[in-house]
């Protein structure tokens, strides 16, 4: 009879811990964001700092090392693919098509963000399969705020989130 007291009180005081610790578990997204300038690549990673978005961000600067880090065996699984359509060696439009060939990306959520203002540029994205096409605001506080939109959006928390 003690013994099922004990072991009873044990188990609550471990439920107890356990939930408080659950409060203090990181959730983050993890990123990756192929850019070109280094200066969109600071600003995108202040982004995430002030919106206090915990996030792993993976930096590649052209499409070739995008498609190879996200075909490498030691990738991780990433939420979001945030990329410029101008990127050198393998366009965003070339990226996109192969991210979408492959299974293993069908959950990820595809960002484009980029300088280029091209109506066809926004229905190529869509085509390619993009989910987002965002062109680049002029001002430093409006590209944070978009950033910030971008990856607190309902479509986003939708996604798989990993725990650090």
């Given at each position: 009879?003690?013994?099922?007291?004990?072991?009873?009180?044990?188990?609550?005081?471990?439920?107890?811990?356990?939930?408080?610790?659950?409060?203090?578990?990181?959730?983050?997204?993890?990123?990756?964001?192929?850019?070109?300038?280094?200066?969109?690549?600071?600003?995108?990673?202040?982004?995430?700092?002030?919106?206090?978005?915990?996030?792993?961000?993976?930096?590649?600067?052209?499409?070739?090392?995008?498609?190879d880090k996200?075909?490498?065996?030691?990738?991780?699984?990433?939420?979001?693919?945030?990329?410029?359509?101008?990127?050198?060696?393998?366009?965003?439009?070339?990226?996109?098509?192969?991210?979408?060939?492959?299974?293993?990306?069908?959950?990820?959520?595809?960002?484009?963000?980029?300088?280029?203002?091209?109506?066809n540029q926004?229905?190529?994205?869509?085509?390619?399969?993009?989910?987002?096409?965002?062109?680049?605001?002029?001002?430093?506080?409006?590209?944070?705020?978009?950033?910030?939109?971008?990856?607190?959006?309902?479509?986003?928390?939708?996604?798989?989130?990993?725990?650090?």
């Open positions: 009879m003690l013994f099922s007291y004990i072991t009873s009180v044990l188990y609550i005081l471990l439920v107890a811990i356990l939930s408080e610790l659950n409060t203090y578990v990181c959730m983050y997204i993890n990123i990756v964001l192929a850019e070109k300038d280094a200066e969109y690549q600071e600003i995108f990673q202040e982004a995430l700092e002030e919106a206090h978005i915990s996030a792993m961000l993976t930096i590649v600067n052209d499409g070739k090392e995008l498609m996200l075909k490498s065996p030691q990738s991780p699984t990433y939420n979001v693919v945030v990329l410029d359509m101008n990127i050198p060696k393998k366009s965003g439009i070339q990226c996109l098509k192969e991210i979408r060939k492959d299974n293993k990306w069908n959950n990820t959520f595809s960002v484009v963000l980029t300088s280029d203002k091209n109506k926004v229905e190529k994205a869509y085509l390619a399969g993009a989910n987002l096409f965002v062109t680049k605001p002029d001002s430093y506080n409006d590209y944070i705020e978009t950033i910030k939109k971008i990856l607190t959006s309902e479509r986003e928390m939708s996604l798989p989130i990993y725990f650090k």
